[in-house]
């Protein structure tokens, strides 16, 4: 398996955004909302590097379900947000691939009223964006390839691996649908 971004240049990565975040908030209470499942490891390291006043949500949002490398129909489930109206939000996911899952979630959430969203990534993949989204915090920008580990999965399995690794060709193309 090919490892594209270890597990220690990650958590390295993770310092920087924290301060990047903190020197925005400067203090200000936040509602992280984490789109489940993939943001799981990101947002678990992430909150506990952040030295400040924290909410944490979360949201069911997928485009990718079962043994799938290419997205198909955007399914949300929004019941676990609270409200968010007046609070400082920061929407988190794992990937920012065509933006169809994050723009869709940015217009929702706006939709309840925050005081201000920014929206932040651990990877953003070259190449396949559809719609303008720039994401407030981005970790890593990578090529367009389908990764695996630390919360990004195939099939539901992988998501435990401490870094970011290409999947394997074997693995994807035979089982790829359209």
Do not use: W
């Amino acid at each position: 398996m090919q490892i594209l971004i270890t597990a220690e240049r990650i958590q390295e990565r993770l310092d920087e955004l924290a301060v990047e975040i903190k020197q925005h908030y400067r203090e200000q209470p936040i509602t992280i909302v984490g789109v489940l499942t993939g943001c799981l490891m990101f947002l678990a390291d992430l909150v506990r590097r952040l030295d400040m006043p924290v909410r944490l949500a979360l949201i069911q949002a997928s485009s990718y379900r079962g043994a799938v490398t290419r997205p198909g129909e955007l399914q949300v489930q929004a019941e676990l947000v609270p409200d968010l109206r007046g609070r400082h939000v920061l929407l988190l996911d794992d990937i920012l691939d065509t933006g169809r899952t994050l723009g869709h979630l940015v217009g929702q959430l706006r939709g309840l009223e925050p005081a201000s969203l920014r929206v932040g990534v651990l990877l953003r993949k070259e190449g396949r964006q559809e719609l303008p989204l720039e994401p407030d915090y981005c970790g890593f920008r990578i090529p367009d390839l389908f990764v695996i580990g630390y919360g990004l999965d195939f099939n539901d399995e992988y998501r435990h691996l401490p870094h970011v690794a290409v999947l394997p060709a074997a693995t994807s193309s035979t089982t790829d649908r359209a």
